[in-house]
Every structure is written in structure tokens, then in C-alpha cells.
């Protein structure tokens, strides 16, 4: 296979050096791109959309076609594997994912299996090959996965929550059952990864969106060590080289250090901590990832420009950046406004890579 044209995303997330700040978005293949609107109608539901390998691919390279990116990430849901349990994930206009069925008992996580991702899953690595072979080595492509932990919540409590009532009542209840469902998700999130890297990921991102909502001791024995179990299981070193791995956790802004020694190679931050202070805590230890404020990409362009330029200027120089959002893109922003912020990152950031 040819070489990647630009591997600028790669190099940054691996700390080696790179003449400008590599940039994407999470959520930049979404609701905020006409294009994406039109396939996503055609599809007839997002599910169809996400288990449709020509469609995914399709609006997965959308955003490489309209920006200068560095980066396509795979177009999917973080919930796709308990779907693939047996679950029954549906989506529901206003309200977000949805459950059939929702873990309660012991029996309900002894019956779950681990599926597997080139059976119940074939989609994903389906699509994961016919975006290589589309996106003709432009850049790279990064697969991903919700986080054990962040799965969990979904499954307890049937959907989305604010106060994780279930999920947190079964932590500090029944930690045993949380425990075992935390084991059989890892395990499976780890499969379902390793398959998305055989089919030709070039990195992979563990999105830990629920990890914040924990205490300090739980986040630990709940949330990291399982993130971390996933990790172990991870088939990197294909051929010689390292295939990066970005652990992001909402809100995770507190236990950065012990983030940074779990062993991935980059740590995505939220828009809540300053990525300097994040850069002076962690050290050469891992890259960091964000972290502008999605809700910035509402104001005008000549605003926007000027917060890339500050959370440029507060990493500072060198190597171990990736530009990229504290969180999604809103369904609701211009997309001239996204454009911006990567022209911006473009134009400001070669100046702290003098040298490299």
C-alpha cells in the first residue's frame, strides 16, 4: 500500500515533528453539512445511514472533501456494540438512543455475549475497508469505540441520562455486577477495535463520554482501568509501527495524570481545562487533543479566529497537538464558521513548529 500523502495527525498523536498543528473535528461528518442532510434523508434513519457501508463511507469523507482536515474518522455510533449484544438500539427523533432491552440482573449480564465484529458487526469493518479504498491515502482514517464504562451507563439505564440514577446505584450497590458487565464490554470493545485495526484503521480513539459524571476513586476502578483492559488487547504494532490510541474523557480534566499513564498515546481534552495547564501536568508523557469550545463556532469568523489562536498560543510550541474541538460539532453551526477555525489553525499554527 501506498504511503499516507498526509500522516501530519499520526505524527502529532506519536509527539514526533510536524510544521503545523494537524486539525479535525469529533462529529465532522454530521447534521450541520447539507451534504450529509441529503445522504442521511436518502437512508431513511440514522441507523440505516450507520449500517449502510457505501453510505458511511460516503458522508464519512464528506468533511475531507469540503476542508482542509488532517484526519477522517470513521462514520458510526459509539453504540453499536451493545446493539450487536442483542440490545435492540433504536434512535428516536427528539430524544436521542433507546434501548429494547436494558441490563438489571445478574442473569441479564450472564446472558450477554460478546459478539462477534465480523458477524453481527460486519458493517463496521465493511465500511472501515471501502473508506481506505476511497479515501485514497489522503490521511488517515480513525476508527472508534464508546468506552466500557460509558456503554454500561446506555445499557442500564436504557438511554441517555443527566443523573445516571441506575448505572451509578449498581456501581455502589452491586459493584461485583458492574464489574462483570464492565469485563464482558472491554472484552468486546477491544474485538470489536481490533477488527475495525484489520481492516485498516490508522488510529483508533476510546470516547469516554460519561466518565466525568464519577468520583475520583470511581473514574479510577470503573472507567480507566477498563479503558485500560481495552487497551492491553490492542493489536498496534501491526508491522513495526505504532498505531496511536486518544482515550477522550468528559470532564476527565481532574485525573489527567493518571490518564496520562494508562498507556494511550494521546489524551483528548474538553473545553473545560486550559490544554497549557493540561500540556504542563502531563509533560512529554502523552499528545493532547481540543480543545476549543464547540459553542465558539456560533460567533463570527473574525471571534473564531482569534480563540484558535489562543488555544494555539496556550500549547505552545512544539509537537504533540491535535486541534480539534472540546466536543462535537452542533448540528446547528455554518459550515462556512467550521471552515474558519481550520483555515485559522492553517494559518497561525506553522509558527510554533519553527524548526521542526
Known amino acids: 500500500m501506498e504511503p499516507l500523502k498526509n500522516d501530519s495527525f499520526l505524527r502529532a498523536l506519536l509527539r514526533q515533528p510536524v510544521d503545523r498543528t494537524p486539525v479535525w473535528m469529533m462529529r ?3 447534521r450541520y453539512l447539507p451534504e450529509y442532510r441529503r445522504v442521511r434523508e436518502q437512508a ?9 457501508p457505501e453510505l458511511a463511507c460516503e458522508v464519512t469523507i464528506q468533511p475531507i472533501d469540503r476542508y482542509r482536515l488532517d484526519a477522517a ?4 455510533d459509539i453504540l453499536t456494540v451493545p446493539d450487536a449484544m442483542g440490545l435492540g438500539l433504536r434512535f428516536l427523533e427528539g430524544e436521542g438512543p433507546r434501548f429494547d432491552k436494558v441490563i438489571a440482573s445478574a442473569e441479564d449480564i450472564r446472558q450477554l455475549p460478546i459478539p462477534d465484529p465480523e458477524v453481527e458487526l460486519r458493517y463496521v469493518p465493511d465500511a472501515v475497508r ?10 488517515p482514517l480513525i476508527g472508534f469505540s464508546g468506552s466500557p464504562w460509558t456503554l454500561a451507563t446506555y445499557m442500564i439505564e436504557g438511554g441517555s441520562s443527566r443523573e445516571f440514577q441506575k448505572a451509578k446505584g449498581l456501581m455502589y450497590d452491586r459493584p461485583e455486577l458492574a464489574h462483570q458487565l464492565l469485563g464482558k464490554l472491554a472484552d468486546s470493545v477491544a474485538a470489536y477495535l481490533n477488527a475495525q485495526l484489520a481492516a485498516g484503521v490508522d488510529a483508533v480513539m476510546v470516547f469516554d463520554t460519561w ?7 470511581q473514574y479510577r476502578l470503573f472507567s480507566l482501568d477498563y479503558a485500560q483492559r481495552v487497551l492491553d488487547q490492542l493489536k498496534l504494532r501491526p508491522d513495526g509501527r505504532r498505531i496511536p490510541a486518544i482515550l477522550f474523557t468528559k470532564g476527565g480534566g481532574l485525573w489527567l495524570e493518571a490518564m496520562a499513564d494508562s498507556g494511550y498515546d494521546a489524551l483528548g481534552l ?22 476549543l469550545d464547540p ?5 463570527s469568523q473574525e471571534t ?53
Not at 73 to 76: R, V
Not at 211 to 217: K, Q, S
Open 28 to 30: 465532522q461528518a454530521g
Open 44 to 52: 431513511g434513519s440514522f441507523m440505516n445511514l450507520c449500517t449502510n
Open 73 to 76: 474518522i470513521l462514520f458510526s
Open 130 to 139: 471501502l473508506i481506505k479504498q476511497n479515501l485514497h491515502q489522503r490521511v
Open 211 to 217: 466518565g466525568g459524571a464519577l468520583t475520583a476513586e
Open 270 to 291: 474538553d473545553w473545560t481545562i486550559d490544554i497549557g495547564a493540561a500540556r504542563s501536568r502531563v509533560g512529554h508523557r502523552v499528545a493532547l487533543q481540543g480543545n
Open 295 to 299: 459553542v465558539v463556532l456560533y460567533a
Open 304 to 356: 473564531i479566529r482569534t480563540e484558535v489562536g489562543k488555544v494555539l498560543a496556550s500549547f505552545g510550541h512544539g509537537s504533540g497537538h491535535v486541534f480539534n474541538l472540546g466536543h462535537g460539532v452542533h448540528p446547528a453551526i455554518d459550515p462556512e464558521h467550521v471552515g474558519a477555525m481550520i483555515e485559522a489553525v492553517h494559518e497561525y499554527s506553522p509558527a510554533y513548529h519553527a524548526g521542526a
